[in-house]
Each structure stands twice: as C-alpha cells, then as structure tokens.
C-alpha cells in the first residue's frame, strides 16, 4: 500500500509529466502491469463484513424500535378516547342538553341533542381508531358488545350507569384503560 499525500498543483503538474514520460520509456518493461494501478472500489469480502455489521445492528435495535412505536401508538389512542370522553362531556355541559358518546367496534363519535330535542345531531368528526392507531377498541359491558354507548345529562353527568364505565384500548398483547365515573369523570389511569 502506497502512502497517502497532498500535493500542490506545481507538484501534481510535474508528476504527471513524469510519469507520462516514464510509462513511454518503461511500457515494455516485463515487471510493470499496468492494470495493477487502475483498481477501484470494494472487494466482496469488505463488503460481506459490512453488510453482517449492519445486519447484527439491524437485529438488535430494530425489535426496541417497533415495540416503541406499538406503545406509542396505544398511548396515543387512549390520550384520544379519553379527550373524546372530556369533549362528549363539555357538549353536554355547554349545550344544557343531552350528549351521547357511542363506541362501534374501533370507532368513537359524540352526538348532541337538537334544540328539538327529538334529533340527535353529530358533533364532531368520527374518530376510527384502528386506521389511524391501529389499536382494538373494547369495554366492560357484559355479554360484550361491539356497539355502546354513554350518555352524559346536560349537568355532565354520566345516566344510567352506576359504576365505572370502561374502555380498553389494545394493541399487540398490551392494553390501557380509560374509565369515566358516574360523575363524568374521565380517567386515563388508576381505574
């Protein structure tokens, strides 16, 4: 292997006139293979060392990386279960009339009464939790449903039901769990 040097412009110029000039001098010459000086690149043991480095990095961070996104996406759709819950709650409040929060299947949306009081209006954008998170939506009700529904008076306060409502936010083999009291209370955590 050759040294590796810098050269200034003045030396470049005269060094390629040397050789110029040595290679007509020597072309012949039965040692010198001119082949030898013009090898670039990587051979493929380099670039099988490398590719096992990468891969060995691969493997062990990749696993962390994915459970981290999973987590993040679970924790992510119970921040929005539980802000849906707070909204169906403030529309009753702000409304003075009846809200209804209705889960089906992954899908959250929040419907207010009318000033009729005989149609129900939607109030917001339906939220479908298993496109944007995909996470699995279920709740506590017994036998289990794959529709419900909580209705909050216009106080805010949850009617017809005496414990605590539950939702259970799954994806991959965890779950979180948002509840909302009697009071219309809702809790993220320690339910």
């Given at each position: ?5 810098r050269?200034?412009a003045?030396?470049?110029v005269?060094?390629?006139l040397a ?8 072309a012949?010459h039965?040692?010198?293979?001119p082949?030898?000086h013009?090898?670039s690149?990587?051979?493929?043991l380099?670039l ?5 480095i990468?891969?060995?990095i ?37 409304r003075s009339m009846?809200s209804?929060l209705?889960r089906n299947?992954?899908?959250i ?8 009081a ?7 954008k ?5 496109a ?5 939506l ?16 216009p106080?805010?306060?949850?009617s017809?039901a ?7 936010v799954?994806k991959?083999t ?7 009291s009697?009071?219309?209370?809702t809790?993220?955590?320690?339910c």
């Amino acid at each position: 292997m050759s040294k590796r040097r810098r050269f200034t412009a003045l030396e470049l110029v005269c060094a390629c006139l040397a050789r110029s000039t040595a290679s007509r001098l020597h072309a012949h010459h039965p040692r010198r293979d001119p082949r030898a000086h013009n090898r670039s690149g990587f051979t493929i043991l380099e670039l099988v060392v490398v590719m096992t480095i990468a891969g060995i990095i691969i493997a062990i961070t990749g696993r962390g990386i994915a459970s981290a996104y999973a987590g993040n996406n679970r924790s992510s759709a119970t921040r929005v279960v539980a802000s849906t819950f707070f909204q169906a709650r403030a529309v009753a409040i702000q409304r003075s009339m009846r809200s209804t929060l209705v889960r089906n299947g992954s899908t959250i949306l929040i419907f207010g009464d009318s000033a009729s009081a005989a149609t129900r209006v939607q109030v917001g954008k339906t939220v479908d939790l298993a496109a944007r998170y995909g996470v699995t939506l279920t709740s506590n009700t017994s036998p289990a449903v794959t529709r419900d529904s909580v209705f909050f008076d216009p106080r805010g306060v949850v009617s017809g039901a005496v414990t605590n409502w539950k939702v259970i936010v799954t994806k991959g083999t965890k779950a979180d769990t948002v509840c909302v009291s009697g009071l219309g209370n809702t809790l993220a955590r320690g339910c």
